[in-house]
Every structure is written in structure tokens, then in C-alpha cells.
């Protein structure tokens, strides 16, 4: 698999996709998209880079287990779920929003942070699944 | 505070489990965070039944979408006892887990997976939305799919493979049930339905719809022609994990049925007769079936097919006295069975083996132990005035009340061979003369254990025992919880005036 037009093609793929993937889960409030199919993006990325340089650059490259980040990525939709219970006597997973519009994200609220999690979550779990199966092939 | 309270349960499992999977390598620590948690979760299980006990059935809308459109969750008093009882029987379990089960096993995130376990129970117990409920069911199989095969020795894969099968199967046919469900009605919300479901003109397509679901839940049950993924897998995990599995997964069954029997399908005499046809075989096979068995942990899984036999049996009867005879079954089945798990895994610990023909000895060797563990082998017969006997007698009564003869004599006959299994059980393992059993290499006798970890393991034992002769001795308490929820279950016009308030109710008539 290492040929040489696809150990170029990934240096450059990398940021494209990663990019794209954040684009995908930040339109994904009202259009198709979201967390789940960004993290999924994210990590089609990095089983590219994997193909074309070897696991252990990828690994390298990603500086911390993929596994942490199912805990992290969790931890970050739970908050997002419980901030309203806690802070403002809300129901769970009530959608609380910053009142101004900002520029690039829209308008801001606890369900882009649900979303990340769940981003974190699918990237977490893809990798660690796809470096278990390479490593023990 | 309070107005959440519902929520409490869940947001706590949730919490743990995520805390422990930060905490994936330090074993030491898990073993910690899960028996706190497990008592804050006592607590706070408590704390929403004294709630929900004297303010009544309390809802809260996830995400703050009104009803019938958006999720809800639901506590009535049916949900917060059984929210209790899993705080119970989990904190046990966590305390048992963390001294029987091998490093090797807690290496590969047995607590966090335990915990989610835990908050699929508690999610299925309290959603108001049947769909919502399948999601949960999913969250529990899947959990329980990690536990059963963690570890991967080669009898466990055989029994997952069953278990795996036929529980998917069942998610399956749940799922299908759900869509048709949905295609006659347009609403998932469980309340909303109850209305909309009694409106349909075509009781066929309903009926049908109710015996898919029974099908589904009835292969989760593990009732008569459907169970025998049951004993086939639960003698395969560790005792711990067989002792979550054996108290509180195919109760969630149970508890399924008893919800839509009595809240969407209500009234329907061929589905009831259905019922009580299935419960009555298998009151005689899994009573037949433990009868024959030799390995001490596949008695108790046939003792689990007989005795959901009873509670399916109450749900068939449908008066009030045999629905709150079924729920005092379930509450005092939850705590025994759990307990009887935990008892099988200490024997398997202090002897080496679960064959009830190589057992013997017990009580020569630890007359206290076989004390305690007479108490949840005696509770299980319903030996009085111990816990089993007391929903036996709501049962029996709702069986002449009704004259139905042949479900009173399936009752007596299945307490009868219990009694017989129970007593075999007990002269040959703590009565009959101890075998010389070779030692085996490697084994973590239960002698060799450090105290702490005995009395980890012994702790629980205890706590449920004295749970069960406080059910026994305190019938009058459990009857009169059992009572309340028979009535809210067949008035059930109070669940649906509390998800939905008055205004919708009337629209509907209208």
C-alpha cells in the first residue's frame, strides 16, 4: 500500500478531511450532518494516513490512545445534558443557547457540545476498533 | 431539586460509569467508585420512592418537548420500587463483583460496562416512550453481551452465541412490533397509545401487534416456549455477572409485559388465556428442568424459567389481588435470585466446583455460612414466614376468585418441586459427606483470599439476606407497596392523566 502517490496524496488529504469533518458536524443542527458522520469522516482520515504511512506514524501523529477519547467525548455529552439540570432547574438535554449570533459556528448552544461529544465518541471508538484489528493482523 | 428527582437514577449510573472508564487501568480505584456509587445510588433510589410514594406518579420531558411528541420519563410506583431494588441488587453485586471476579476480567472494563448495565435497567424502568424503551433494551443486551463474554473461555462463547441469537432475535420482532404499533396509531409515547390503541376499530391488527410484543418480551422473559437461551448461557460468566443476569435482566422481561399488558393491550380475554397457558408451562418445565440438572448454577436458571412462571401467571389472572401478587413475586424474586447467584459463586470459591454431585461438606466445614445461605434457599421455596410464601397466598386467591383451577394447581405443583429441588440442593451440598476433590492448580481458593476480600464477598450476601427476611417478616409493608401499584396498574386512566394532563384526555374523547 505505500505507494509513493499515496503517501503524498495522504500529507495533504489529512487536514482536508479533518476540516471537512468539522464542517459536517457543524452543519449538522439543521441539515444533514452532525457528530456522528464528522467523527466517522475524522476517522476515515486517520485509517488513510494509517494505509499510506504506517500505524505506528498514525500513532505518533495522534500523541494519545484513541481510547481516551470515548471517555472524554462522553463526559462532554453528559455535560452538555446536565448543565441544564444543574445550573437552571431545565429537564435533561434541554437546549440552552447563547443569546448573540456569532460568526462562522451561528448560534452557539449545549447541543454543538452534545454533538462534539458524540464526534469524540465515534472517533474514539473507530480507531481503537481499526488499530486493534491491524495490530493483531 | 426535587423536580428532576426522576432523572436522579440514571444521571448517576451515567456519571459512574463514564468516571470509571477514566479510571480504565487502576482496578484498585474502580473497585472503590463503584461500591460508593452503588450506595449513593441506594440513596438516592430511596430518596425518589419516598418521594414518588407520597406525592404520587412524577414525569419529567427530556429535553422540555412536551408529551406526546418528545420523550418522557415516567416514575410511578411500580418504576421507583424497581428502580430500588436494582439500586439493591447493584450495590451487592459491585461488592461481590470486586472480590470474585479475577483481574484479568476487571482488565477490561468490567465496572464501567457494569454500571452502563445499570442505567439501561434504570432507563428501561422509568421511560414513559416505547421506543425509548427498546433503546434502552439495547443498552442492556449490549452491556450484557461485554459481561457475559469477558474473559472468553470457550464454554462462555458457546453460551454468548445463544444468548447473543435469540436475544437479537427478540429485539427484532420488539422492533417490528414497535413499527406496526406505531403505523396504526402515530404516537410511541406508551400513555398516548393506551388512548389511541383502545380507539382502533380492527381489533385483529391489534391483537396481532400484542402477541409480537409478547412474543419479544417473552423471549427476554424467558417464559415457556422461549427459554432456552436461559439455561444454556447463564451458568457460563462469572457468578457476579450471573447474578446481575439472573436478578435483574429477564425481570426487566417481566416488568415489560406487565407494563404494556396492563397499560396498551388491557382487556383482551384470548390474549389473557395466551398468557396463562404460557405460564403454566412454564411453571411445569422450568420446574421439571431443574429437577434433572446437576450443576448447581443450572438449578438455580431453571428455578429462574419456573419462577417467572408465577409473576406471568399473576399478569394472566389480571384482577388486582393477582397483579399485586405478581409484583410482591418480583420484588422478592429480584433480592433471592441475585442473592442465590452470589451463593452458587462462593461455593464455586471455597470448593472448586459447581457439581452438586462433588459437593458436600458445607456445613461441617462453615456452619455459619451455611446459615446464611439457608436463608435465600428457603425464602425461594416460601417457606413461612419467609419472603416467597406471601405472593404465593395473592395468587392462589386471585386463582379461586377466577376459577381457574388448573393455574392454582401449576402454582402448587411448581412450589412443590421447588421445595423438592431446594431440598436436594441442600442435603447434598451442606448435609452429604464431603468428597475429596482434587485441587486445582491456579484456583483462587476461597481460603486464600485476603479478609478484606472475603468479607467483600460475604457483606452482600448478608445485606440482601436480611433485605429478604425483611420482605418476609415485613409482608405487611411489601403488600401494602404491592397493593398500591396493583391499583394504579388497573386504573390506568391515573399514568395517562399524568403524562398527558387532563386537556389532551379530553381532546381525545372528543
Keep these: ?137 | 431539586m426535587t423536580q428532576q428527582l426522576v432523572l436522579y437514577p440514571l444521571l448517576l449510573q451515567m456519571f459512574l460509569s463514564i468516571l470509571l472508564m477514566f479510571c480504565w487501568r487502576k482496578i484498585s480505584w474502580q473497585r472503590v467508585i463503584s461500591i460508593v456509587g452503588s450506595i449513593i445510588n441506594v440513596g438516592v433510589s430511596i430518596w425518589l420512592f419516598s418521594y414518588i410514594w407520597e406525592n404520587g406518579t412524577q414525569i419529567v420531558m427530556a429535553g422540555n418537548w412536551k408529551p406526546p411528541f418528545g420523550i418522557i420519563f415516567v416514575a410511578d410506583t411500580l418504576s421507583a420500587t424497581l428502580v430500588l431494588l436494582t439500586a439493591i441488587s447493584g450495590l451487592a453485586v459491585s461488592s461481590f463483583s470486586s472480590a470474585s471476579v479475577v483481574a484479568a476480567r476487571l482488565k477490561f472494563g468490567y465496572f464501567p460496562i457494569f454500571h452502563f448495565l445499570l442505567l439501561g435497567l434504570n432507563g428501561a424502568f422509568l421511560t414513559g416512550d416505547i421506543f425509548n424503551l427498546y433503546v434502552w433494551f439495547e443498552i442492556i443486551i449490549i452491556s450484557s453481551f461485554v459481561l457475559i463474554t469477558l474473559g472468553g473461555e470457550k464454554a462462555q462463547l458457546e453460551g454468548s452465541v445463544k444468548y447473543f441469537t435469540l436475544n437479537i432475535l427478540a429485539s427484532m420482532i420488539f422492533l417490528t412490533a414497535i413499527a406496526v404499533l406505531y403505523g396504526l396509531t402515530g404516537s410511541l409515547n406508551m400513555a398516548d397509545l393506551a388512548l389511541k390503541v383502545a380507539a382502533i376499530e380492527n381489533r385483529g391488527l391489534v391483537e396481532i401487534t400484542a402477541i409480537l410484543f409478547l412474543v419479544a418480551f417473552g423471549i427476554k422473559a424467558a417464559v415457556f416456549p422461549l427459554y432456552f437461551w436461559l439455561p444454556d448461557s447463564y451458568h457460563t460468566p462469572p457468578s457476579a455477572v450471573a447474578a446481575i443476569f439472573g436478578g435483574l435482566l429477564t425481570k426487566v422481561g417481566v416488568y415489560a409485559l406487565i407494563r404494556v399488558f396492563t397499560l396498551i393491550f388491557v382487556g383482551d380475554h384470548f390474549i389473557e388465556n395466551i398468557i396463562l397457558i404460557m405460564a403454566v408451562l412454564t411453571l411445569f418445565s422450568g420446574g421439571l428442568g431443574a429437577l434433572v440438572q446437576n450443576n448447581l448454577r443450572k438449578v438455580f436458571s431453571y428455578l429462574i424459567i419456573c419462577h417467572i412462571g408465577y409473576m406471568i401467571a399473576g399478569l394472566g389472572l389480571f384482577t388486582e389481588v393477582a397483579i399485586a401478587g405478581t409484583i410482591f413475586y418480583l420484588i422478592h424474586d429480584i433480592i433471592v435470585k441475585t442473592n442465590l447467584f452470589m451463593v452458587s459463586g462462593l461455593i464455586f470459591r471455597i470448593r472448586g466446583t459447581n457439581s452438586i454431585r462433588n459437593l458436600g461438606g458445607l456445613y461441617a466445614d462453615f456452619p455459619k455460612l451455611s446459615l446464611l445461605i439457608a436463608i435465600p434457599l428457603f425464602s425461594l421455596v416460601g417457606i413461612p414466614p419467609l419472603s416467597g410464601f406471601w405472593p404465593k397466598i395473592s395468587l392462589i386467591i386471585a386463582g379461586f376468585e377466577s376459577e381457574r383451577w388448573w393455574v392454582v394447581a401449576a402454582i402448587i405443583f411448581a412450589s412443590l418441586i421447588t421445595l423438592i429441588v431446594i431440598a436436594k440442593v441442600w442435603a447434598s451440598v451442606v448435609w452429604k459427606e464431603k468428597k475429596e476433590l482434587p485441587v486445582r492448580l491456579n484456583f483462587r481458593y476461597f481460603d486464600k483470599l485476603k479478609t478484606i476480600r472475603k468479607a467483600q464477598m460475604i457483606a452482600p450476601m448478608i445485606f440482601l439476606s436480611l433485605v429478604s427476611l425483611y420482605i418476609g417478616f415485613g409482608a405487611e409493608h411489601i403488600q401494602q407497596v404491592s397493593s398500591r401499584v396493583a391499583g394504579e396498574l388497573i386504573d390506568n386512566e391515573q399514568y395517562i392523566e399524568a403524562v398527558l394532563g387532563k386537556e389532551q384526555i379530553i381532546d381525545h374523547e372528543e
Design chain 1, 1 to 137: 500500500m505505500k505507494t509513493i502517490i499515496l503517501r503524498t496524496a495522504s500529507t495533504y488529504l489529512l487536514p482536508v478531511l479533518l476540516l471537512f469533518s468539522i464542517f459536517i458536524l457543524l452543519r449538522g443542527h439543521y441539515s444533514p450532518g452532525g457528530g456522528f458522520v464528522g467523527g466517522l469522516i475524522a476517522s476515515i482520515a486517520f485509517v488513510l494516513h494509517s494505509f499510506a504511512r504506517g500505524l505506528d506514524n498514525t500513532k505518533d501523529l495522534l500523541k494519545i490512545h484513541p481510547g481516551f477519547l470515548m471517555p472524554v467525548g462522553l463526559a462532554l455529552a453528559f455535560l452538555a445534558g446536565v448543565t441544564p439540570v444543574i445550573f437552571f432547574d431545565q429537564p435533561y438535554m434541554t437546549g440552552l443557547w447563547y443569546p448573540e449570533h456569532l460568526p462562522v459556528l451561528g448560534s452557539l448552544g449545549t447541543a454543538l457540545f452534545f454533538d462534539l461529544g458524540v464526534y469524540l465518541v465515534v472517533v474514539g471508538v473507530t480507531l481503537t476498533i481499526i488499530f486493534t484489528i491491524s495490530e493483531s493482523a
